[in-house]
């Protein structure tokens, strides 16, 4: 399973465009990547998955590189509600994706 | 929207006492994990299970067991409580087969052994 590794904290002030980046130098070629994202006292929620190039929906977008061994999500113009721990994951799948350790993640702090 | 449903948001136990967290998933999802949440060392899987009487270990799996005997509830049980077990309890769900699909999370309890 491929390991990743984040920046621990990041700074951030509202309506600014905020990028975290995720190394998975391991990746495997059946992997996708997934970012969730987590509040206090709550779960994870998932954000958004990607496998190749760019997604986007309507809280993120997921930029991939060709070699895949990094992500960058970007989430567009933060508020102080983005606050929050972000995950990345990495996995062939919801199976072997829940058996990833999710590590630290980065804890994003959206100042005013 | 799927919902994943874990029975207690808080608990407080004795040392030595056996206890039960119960999570429900109402998406007919075939997998079911439970992790713990401890700050600076991220969520660590416990179990999970692929199929109703199916589990597998995780990555800390000493001092916890887990049932499933229905699809939709996936049990974590403390055979006999220990203070290290204090953490936050994270229960997830996801479909097994299908090629993309994220992993639900409920809320979590948060489990307090004295």
């Known amino acids: 399973l491929a390991k990743t590794t984040q920046p621990i904290s990041m700074d951030s002030y509202e309506g600014q465009e905020v990028n975290i980046t995720c190394s998975h130098n391991?990746?495997?070629?059946?992997?996708?990547i997934t970012w969730y994202q987590q509040f206090p006292s709550q779960g994870p929620r998932f954000i958004i998955q990607?496998?190749?190039t760019k997604v986007t929906n309507e809280v993120a977008s997921l930029f991939i590189p060709a070699d895949r061994k990094s992500s960058t999500l970007s989430l567009p113009r933060v508020s102080l509600s983005d606050t929050a721990v972000y995950y990345c994951?990495?996995?062939?799948?919801?199976?072997?994706?829940?058996?990833?350790?999710f590590g630290d993640g980065t804890t994003l702090t959206v100042k005013p | 929207d799927v919902k994943v449903t874990q029975s207690s948001r808080y608990l407080v136990k004795r040392t030595g006492e056996k206890v039960f967290l119960e999570c429900v998933q109402d998406?007919?999802?075939?997998?079911m994990f439970w992790y713990r949440q401890d700050p600076g060392l991220g969520l660590r899987l416990i179990y999970f299970?692929?199929?109703?009487?199916?589990?597998e270990k995780g990555d800390i799996p000493e001092g916890y067991s887990v049932s499933r005997e229905k699809k939709e509830r996936f049990s974590l049980i403390l055979e006999s409580a220990s203070t290290n077990q204090t953490s936050m309890y994270l229960c997830?769900?996801?479909?097994?087969?299908?090629?993309?699909?994220?992993?639900?999370f409920g809320n979590g309890t948060r489990l307090t052994v004295t």
């Open positions: 990607g496998y190749k």
């Open positions: 998406m007919d999802h075939e997998n």
């Open positions: 391991n990746i495997a070629t059946n992997d996708y």
């Open positions: 299970s692929y199929d109703v009487k199916m589990k």
């Open positions: 997830a769900s996801s479909f097994a087969d299908t090629l993309r699909p994220p992993l639900h």
């Open positions: 994951l990495v996995g062939d799948g919801p199976t072997n994706a829940g058996k990833s350790t």
